[in-house]
Each structure stands twice: as structure tokens, then as C-alpha cells.
């Protein structure tokens, strides 16, 4: 925390003190509880040769994208339901071009009737910050994609961060550290379009020069390479099952039921608040405003009104959005999402 600027000492004194009981009350209210593991444990390695590098310790990997290829790694088993979690270091300056992707999915197994769950950040050019997406897909339908896109509320290639996807049988939840920034509620007008078939958790670095930034405008430039994501205090909690076999399921059910009633999956009053107010600060595309895709949006999308009048028909923000003015102002006061959320409304 930038917490000591103050020139005379007594002010001085207060300020620290005040800095150790914030910082500590913000760290009270931030840790989850979480079993983490070490990269063997739960995960093998899925591509890109040498630039899957595992740290001395075991518990972590950094993913490297170079001329010749990116990275990237798989969880050794298959989950119906679970909580998937990485602390994860973005590469610094130039990474237009470059897509760090963290997400779960069956694509493998089932080709045409696939599920996925995404956290995608997406580089961009030096002096412009990272940004990322979330998305949904369940029984292939890739045709209906159901992207939001947010600004991030600190730098994600300074420090790690932890980013967390939730998925039960009632509902998926996006975090980035401990705030809840999407959730979707399974609903039967969705059908088939919700996640229900065993996934894999996947991390990834790769080139998408096409599309990642500004459409495609700024490609990767190797000359910056190699690009670095870093990944460590790894959690996987969930049912692992074999994908093949008709879901089986009194143990499933048990840890369904554990994970349902874990710290993460009981959104606060405070979180879901912080959750609010990460939306309407930081998102900049949702896929519910759309209507030019999506005339009628689809069944999930909780159209609040607070939020709509802020997008065009295109699902983008009328205005350049408010997290610039609003980010200078965050960084100063502290980096604890919480806190810099709930200061302003
Ligand atoms: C998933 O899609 C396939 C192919 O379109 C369809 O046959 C199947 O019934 C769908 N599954 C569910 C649970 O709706």
C-alpha cells in the first residue's frame, strides 16, 4: 500500500497505524481459505515443449510464448463441478497480440457438443493496460458466445493475482481475488447452453494476433519475446470423474455439496456489492447489452438498468468508460479491490 506520505512524524505515526489495521482488516477480508497444490499433483504438461517451466519448489509453472511456439498446461483429470483457481503474473510491456488464457473445458472429448468455461486477458501495446473476457459455452454452442469484457482495477503484471472460476450445478462465478465479478445462474431456459458435462481446467499462452488486440490491429512482436505468464498456488477442488462414464454420482454428490457450502461459493452481501460495483466501473462489453446480436437477451442476462443505460445496442460503452479517471484515483489509495470498489458509487 502507498501508505507513508505524511512529513510530520505524529502524522506520520497515525498513518502507519492506520495502514497496519487496513491493511490487516483487508487481508481478513480477502484470503480465501484454499488447499492448494503442487504442479504434479493436479496438472500435466500440454504443450510447447521447453517453455513450460516448472519452478524449483514444484508448485508453480511459468508458461513461455516465443517465436516458435507458446505453452501450456491440463489438469490430469476431468471434473464435473469444482472450483479452479491459479495466482497468476501477466508478462509486462509489449504483449499486443498475446492471450493468457485460464479456462475449462471438454473440447477433447466431446467435439461437437462441447463445454467451456473462459478467463481470457488479453495483452495489448506498451502503456496500455491488460484487459480480459469471460465466457460461456455448454453443449457446443459456440454459435451464441456470451463474452463480457472488463479493465482490470490494478496492474496484473506487477504482483499475482488469484483467478477463480466457480462452477456448480446451480450456478458459475468468475473472481479475480476474492471479488465476485460474474455469476450466472443456471436457469431452465437456458438448457443445454449451461455447462453439464465433465470439464478439464486448462492454462494457455499463445499468439492470437488476429483478433486479441484492437481486432488484430497490433500482432505479437517477438522482438519482446518471450512472453511470460507465471502460475502458482494452484487449486483444484472438485469431482473428478471419468468423462465416458454416466456421471456417478453419491461421491459427486458429497463433494458437490462440500463445495457449494466452501467460503467462495457463499457470496456475502459485501461481495455481491463489490461485484456491482466492479461492473459498472470496469466492464466494457457485455454480450446481454448487445442487441444487435441478441435482440432478445438471452435467458441468464439480468438486465440491470443502472448498467444498460451506460451501453449502445452494441453491447460497448457509450462513453470511453469511467475506469480510467476512476484507476488513478484506485491506485493511489490501495490496491485492495474492496476497498477502492466500495469508495465510490
Ligand atoms: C446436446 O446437443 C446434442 C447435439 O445437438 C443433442 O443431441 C443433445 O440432446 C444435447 N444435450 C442436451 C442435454 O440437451
Redo the contacts with the bound molecule.
Sequence with gaps: MDCLYGSSLSFFSLLVFLCIIISSSSQLAQAFNLNTISFDEGYSHLFGDSNLVRSPDGRGVRLLLDRFTGSGFISSSMYNHGFFSANIKLPSDYTAGVVVAFYTSNGDVFE??HDELDIEFLGDITGKPWRFQTNLYG??STSRGREERYHMWFDPTKDFHRYSILWTSKSIIFFVDEVPIREVVRSEEM??DFP?KPMSLYATIWDASTWATSGGKYKVNYKYAPFVAEFKDLVLDGCSVDPIQEFPSAVCSAIDLQIESNEYSVVTPEQRAAMRRFRQRYMYYSYCYDTLRYPLPPPECVIVPSEKFRFKETGRLKFGGSHKSHKRRSRRRSQTPVVVLDNDD
Excluded: E, Q, V
Design positions: 461437437k457438443t453443449n457446443g438448457g443445454s453439464a
